[in-house]
């Protein structure tokens, strides 16, 4: 469910592990208003309906219809799967950490141990993020914004191992760097160039753009031209819906190299 919805990739991955695990299902878009939100997600139970995906504008609004709700959703304050529960209630589950993480171990060799990590950007995906690089024990975490208050509040909530950094000094930051993820809309499609100088960045620093049209962002190819490891966003994309996938059809899925070509493929046309 989202608004709007036909640039969604979700109903093409889940169809394409349906076919490939032989499982009787489907994956269906559902475009779905704000105001509809509520109406929609309640009818589910009723319409014989597993669970479904949420994404923008609907991640955090959904999590008011769900009568239990995981950690990770409760700590990022956003859903991105609401599942119904066996007695005809919702769940909402926040996975995106999970498939952030799950990209970043089997794209690189990034450890947590391995350094400070600076993450651009201080929305609903950035959230997800530092919260995942905390459970995992990374030392040190820069939040750089725009808008700099949005740091400062991600910064003082999840703690004294994150530090608000000024969107004019991200830059200066990257020197201890291990790791560096843009969540930013920057460098996506239709949207400015991310403006950054990885000059200071070390040439073992792992660099993570989410953004995955274009596949190779600006920011991923000048990483690569500088000797870094680069990690590009369809994984994140993938990993994430692993749960949801076992959650409602029974099955684990894989991310394999045919499905990765397979919605490389869907991206370039």
């Known amino acids: 469910m989202g608004w709007p919805i036909s640039h969604s990739l979700s109903p093409t991955l889940h169809r394409y592990w349906l076919k490939e695990y032989g499982v009787v299902g489907d994956y269906l878009p559902f475009a779905v208003p704000p105001d509809e939100l509520e109406a929609a997600l309640r009818n589910l139970p009723s319409q014989g309906y597993k669970g479904v995906n949420v994404t923008v504008p609907h991640k955090e609004n959904a999590m008011k219809f769900c009568d239990e ?3 990770p959703a409760q700590r990022v304050g956003a859903v991105n799967m609401v599942s119904v529960t066996e007695s005809g209630g919702l769940a909402g589950r926040n996975t995106d950490g999970i498939g952030f993480l799950e990209n970043l ?5 990034w450890q947590s141990g391995d350094g400070p990590a600076v993450v651009l950007g201080a929305g609903g995906a950035s959230r997800a993020i530092v919260a995942s690089l905390v459970d995992v024990g990374v030392p040190a975490i820069f939040i750089c914004n725009r808008t700099h208050s949005r740091s400062e509040l ?5 703690g004294k191992k994150c530090t608000a950094t000024r969107w004019l000094d991200r830059n200066a930051v990257l020197g201890d760097a291990s790791l560096l993820v843009n969540t930013t809309s920057l460098g996506m499609l ?12 070390s040439s073992g620093a792992v660099v993570n753009d989410i953004v995955y049209a274009p596949l190779e962002t600006r920011l991923l190819a000048a990483a690569r031209a500088h000797g870094n490891p680069v990690v590009d966003g369809l994984g994140m994309l993938l990993y994430q819906a692993r749960p949801a996938f076992q959650t409602w059809f029974g099955v684990m899925p894989e991310v394999s190299d045919g499905l990765r070509r397979f919605i490389q493929k869907k991206l370039d046309h």
């Open 154 to 158: 991600l910064a003082d909530f999840f």
């Open 69 to 71: 709700l995981d950690e």
């Open 190 to 201: 239709g949207q400015p160039s991310l403006e950054i100088d990885l000059s200071d960045l």
């Open 105 to 109: 171990r089997f794209g690189s060799k």
